[in-house]
């Protein structure tokens, strides 16, 4: 279940799905789901993933925001949200990173610097092919390379500039990085190396889960201030769309779930 305000601005009243409300139209590949608001909001998910089906939804104080939670593994998934507002309505790729050797390894990364793999290159590539006719109007990414060098074929498909920003980063793992995640996972009693156990619990010389989403938060609260264009896309890593995606639900970061985050996967959510 996603958290979600009980109470929201002008006497609307939220209602939370719960996971058994929401499983049975899965297997026909076309999941709808309402949120009793009054005429707020009218949101459908699109290509429900079967194997492995949403947990629930959840809506924004100010703008309706809906984030799939996947129980494991995030996959391409697409939200919309039709809202009443006659603003323009940002909507937000959120992509993670290509692979690297490191990823094939299965060694935790954080702030060090490993560029793509072959694959990784393939799947950039790929990736580019696949957003090509996406009208997106402004493209970001990490400052690491494996975040830039997936990003260029996508730049040079769409004619734009890559903004680069270090808060896009992945969180720091301090002395963990370039272990294999798998023995750091056995050691800290975590599902995996990159996972936690609280939100200030932090890898010795690293970033704590809150700091990963504080920053995150500043980053998108700045952004979409300054009024972006309609359609953005972020190539970074697999902490910050996790803590992009818990911010914009207006989750807690205590109640944030560790999910794995598949290579060139895109989250797309319209705010």
Known sequence: MVLAPADLPGGDKARVLEHAEVLHDAEAGHLQLALELGERAAVTLEEAVEEEPPRGVGQGSEHEVVIVRHLRTIRDHSVTCQASSLRAVPKLHLIRHGETEWNRDGRIQGHSDPPLSAAGREQAEALAERL?????????????RRALETAEPLAARLGLEIRVSPALRERSFGVNEGRVAAEVAAELGTVAGTAWLGPDDRHPEGESLRELYERMAAF?????????????????SGGPIRMASAYLAREPVEAVVWAAVENCSVTTVEV
């Open 220 to 236: 998108l609260d700045t952004l979409l201030a300054e009024s972006p264009a309609d359609e953005i896309a972020f190539v970074t």
């Open 132 to 144: 090509a006719a996406e009208p997106i109007g402004e493209l970001w990414s990490s400052d690491l």
